[in-house]
């Protein structure tokens, strides 16, 4: 199956600096997911991305379907922005996609005050 | 509702117990997934549901796994004879389409899980 990988695992930041979370991805896909899981546990969806660039007030994302990669920006971050940052994709068929996302082990955030 | 929510959100089950745990989907959102969440790891695809027909259940680990949706909107997700390497935080999933494409593509909106500890 496809294979995801996040990197870097860990990331620690002071309130107000920027970052880049980086996923590589082993095989083409057209269903690619940015998601932050909360504290308490609850996956958020940030980006739908499969190709292309899309930004939503401090966060914006970036897929290079050709390159099998995309970035995700957080900038001027906040102690909320703390947590765990999945990439996740789909393969699909015959260039759809129902939602059978493969997720990769996740970035984990810390934001101090 | 507003969100998908699950019940029960904490359950500690005995090892050899069955369970059950419950998800009301978004109303009116077609689309209902299943997804086991090991401590540490990212989510793994359990389970699919297009309004009651289960399309796909390649991700089920055992045939203790089964999961339900006979109505088309409310899901069960039943374990049977639970085993320890069952703990995990159950989530469930649901979008609003089918085989879309979009710009705003399949969006899919996650419950905040079942955590399952069996002991």
């Known amino acids: 199956g496809i294979q995801v990988e996040q990197s870097p695992p860990d990331l620690i930041l002071q309130e107000g600096a920027n970052s880049t979370l980086r996923c590589n991805f082993s095989d083409s896909v057209n269903n690619l997911q940015w998601f932050h899981q909360n504290p308490w546990g609850q996956l958020i969806n940030l980006f739908y991305i499969p190709s292309g660039t899309k930004q939503n007030g401090r966060l914006s994302a970036t897929t290079v379907a050709t390159e099998r990669y995309s970035l995700l920006y957080i900038s001027s971050s906040q102690t909320t922005d703390s947590g765990v940052y999945f990439c996740?994709?789909?393969?699909?068929?015959?260039?759809?996609?129902?939602?059978?996302?493969?997720f990769g082990q996740g970035t984990i955030l810390t934001v101090h005050p | 509702g507003a969100g998908v929510s699950q019940s029960p959100r904490y359950k500690v089950a005995k090892r050899g117990q069955d369970v059950a745990l419950r998800c009301d989907p978004i109303s009116g959102h077609v689309s209902l997934f299943w997804y086991q969440q090991a401590l540490g790891q990212g989510p793994e695809f359990l389970t699919y549901f297009q309004n009651e027909a289960q399309l796909d259940k390649s991700g089920l680990p055992s045939d203790r796994f089964f999961a339900e949706r006979p109505e088309g909107s409310v899901s069960t997700l039943k374990i049977q004879r639970t085993q320890q390497e069952d703990s995990a935080v159950y989530l469930c999933?649901?979008?609003?389409?089918?085989?879309?494409?979009?710009?705003?593509?399949?969006?899919?909106?996650f419950g905040e899980g079942s955590w399952l500890t069996v002991v």
């Open positions: 996740a994709v789909e393969r699909g068929a015959g260039g759809t996609s129902y939602g059978k996302l493969t």
């Open positions: 999933a649901s979008s609003p389409d089918v085989f879309r494409r979009s710009r705003s593509g399949n969006t899919i909106y």
